[in-house]
C-alpha cells in the first residue's frame, strides 16, 4: 500500500474514528462498489489485500515491503480464493478478515498510546456497539435484546407506517415483525398481499419480517437499510426520505 499521510489517532475518540471511517470504506468495497472490489482482485496477480483508510475510502494493492510493517497488514492473498467459491461466500470471508484487521489496528494503537485498562474497556464498547462488517455485508445483523425491545416499542411494522403516512409523515420507520392481529381489519388483505410480494428497491430480495426496512417517500419503495445505510437510529430522526435515486434525479434537475 501506498503511503499516505493520516493523522496518527492518539486518544480514544480518535481511534474510534480512524476505525470508523476504515470500516466504511470496506463496507463501500464489499457491497456498493462490489464490481469494481471483484475486478481488481484478480487471481492472475501476486498476494493482494484490502485495506480500508481513514478518509472512508478503500483499495486493493500488495503488502507494503516493509518489516515490520508500520501498522498491521490485512490478510493477504485475497484474490486467489475469488474464483474458487461462490462469490457471497468470498464476500463474507474477506469481510471476516476485514473485522479482524480493524480490531488489530485499533488495538494497535491503543498499545503504542499506553491506553489504560478503561480506555481500552471504553474503545472496545465503542466498537461494539457497531454492526461488524461481516454483518453487514451478509444482513445478518443481530439486534441487542435490550435495544430490540426499545426499538419495538418506539417503531411501527411496516403496514402500519404505510396506513398512517398522511397524517405521520416523519414516522418512516421500519419493519421488524408482522402486523398485529389486533390491527383494524379494514385493508388488512390488502396490506398483508402488498408486504409479502414487497422486494427491496436495491438489492431486490423478497422482505423478511426480521429485518430493517425504510420508504421512500417520493417514489414509495421500500428498502433494506444496509443497503441505503440507514440504521433504525438515523430513521428516528428522519422527516422525510429519499431513496439515492430519487435524490439523483432532483440532483441532475
Given amino acids: 500500500m501506498e503511503g499516505i499521510a493520516h493523522p496518527i489517532p492518539r486518544t480514544v475518540e480518535e481511534v474510534f474514528n480512524d476505525l470508523k ?39 486493493v494493492n500488495l503488502p507494503v515491503e516493509e518489516v515490520p510493517p508500520e501498522l498491521p497488514e490485512p490478510v493477504l492473498g485475497i484474490n486467489f480464493a475469488r474464483d474458487g467459491m461462490q462469490e457471497k461466500d468470498w464476500l463474507s470471508l474477506v469481510s471476516v478478515h476485514s473485522d479482524s484487521w480493524l480490531l488489530a489496528v485499533a488495538f494497535y494503537f491503543g498499545a503504542r498510546f499506553g491506553f489504560g485498562k478503561n480506555e481500552r474497556k471504553r474503545l472496545f464498547q465503542m466498537i461494539n456497539d457497531l454492526p461488524t462488517i461481516f454483518e ?20 411501527k411494522s411496516k403496514s402500519s407506517v404505510k396506513a ?57 419503495r421500500w428498502f433494506h437499510g444496509k443497503c ?26
Fill in 228 to 253: 441505503v445505510k440507514i440504521t433504525p437510529a438515523k430513521a428516528e430522526h428522519i422527516k422525510q426520505y429519499k431513496c439515492p435515486s430519487c435524490t439523483s434525479k432532483r440532483a441532475r434537475v
Fill in 136 to 155: 453487514v455485508v451478509t444482513g445478518n445483523v443481530k439486534q441487542p435484546k435490550d435495544q430490540y425491545a426499545n426499538h419495538n416499542g418506539s417503531s
Fill in 21 to 59: 471511517g476504515r470500516r466504511s470504506g470496506l463496507i463501500k468495497a464489499l457491497t456498493t462498489d462490489v464490481e469494481k472490489f471483484f475486478q481488481q482482485c484478480d487471481p492472475e496477480k501476486e498476494n493482494l489485500c484490502l485495506y480500508g483508510l481513514p478518509n472512508e475510502t478503500w483499495e
Fill in 164 to 220: 398512517s403516512r398522511q397524517s405521520e409523515p416523519q414516522s418512516k420507520i421500519v419493519k421488524m415483525s408482522p402486523p398485529s392481529k389486533d390491527e383494524d381489519e379494514s385493508g388488512e388483505e390488502d396490506e398483508k398481499d402488498d408486504e409479502q410480494g414487497a422486494s427491496c428497491g436495491a438489492c431486490g430480495d423478497s422482505y423478511g419480517t426480521d429485518e430493517f426496512w425504510i420508504c421512500c417517500d417520493i417514489c414509495e
